[in-house]
C-alpha cells in the first residue's frame, strides 16, 4: 500500500472526482502559508486568541505553525490519495483535533475569539464533509 501512494504535487491536480479532493489541496496549501507566517511574526496567532494575546509567545505561535503544518502536509497526502482509507481517517483526525483545540479555546480557555472563526468554519464543515463521502472515496 505505501509504493502505491501519489507523491503530492508532482501529479498535477488531484485526479479523483468530486471537490473533496481539490478542498483538501487548498486546505494544504493554505495551512502551509499560515504555518509559514507562524515563524516570521506573532501577528497570525495574536489574530486567533485575540481573547488573550498576551499569552501569544513566539514559542507558542512557532509551536501552532509546527500543528498546522503536519496538519497540511496530512490533507495534501489525503488530496491525492483520497481512497487510502488509513490517510483518509487520520485526515478526517486532524479535522477533529483541529475542531476540539478552537472549541476548547474559545468556550473553557476563552483565549480564542473571532479570529479562530474561519479555522472552526473550516476543521467543522471538512469533517462533515469527509464523514458523508467515506464510502463514496474509500473502497469497502
Avoid at 9 to 20: I, N, Q, V
Avoid at 54 to 60: A, D, R, T
Avoid at 72 to 84: D, F, H, K, L, T
Wanted: net charge positive; glycine share 6%; with cysteine.
Amino acid at each position: 500500500m505505501g509504493n502505491d501512494l501519489k507523491i503530492p504535487l508532482l501529479a498535477g491536480l488531484p485526479s479523483h472526482p468530486g471537490l473533496l479532493p481539490k478542498w483538501l489541496l487548498l486546505v494544504a496549501i493554505i495551512s502551509v502559508v499560515n504555518s509559514l507566517q507562524t515563524y516570521l511574526s506573532l501577528a497570525g496567532a495574536k489574530k486567533v486568541y485575540n481573547r488573550q494575546s498576551n499569552l501569544v509567545s513566539g514559542l507558542q505561535s512557532r509551536t501552532f505553525g509546527t500543528w498546522t503544518l503536519i496538519s497540511g502536509i496530512i490533507r495534501c497526502y489525503a488530496a491525492y490519495n483520497i481512497s487510502n482509507s488509513a490517510l483518509y481517517h487520520i485526515t478526517i483526525a486532524s479535522f477533529l483535533v483541529a475542531l476540539l483545540h478552537f472549541t476548547s479555546e474559545f468556550l473553557i480557555y476563552q483565549s480564542a475569539g473571532s479570529g479562530a472563526l474561519p479555522p472552526f468554519i473550516v476543521a467543522f464543515s471538512s469533517s462533515i464533509w469527509m464523514i458523508s463521502l467515506y464510502d463514496y472515496y474509500v473502497p469497502s
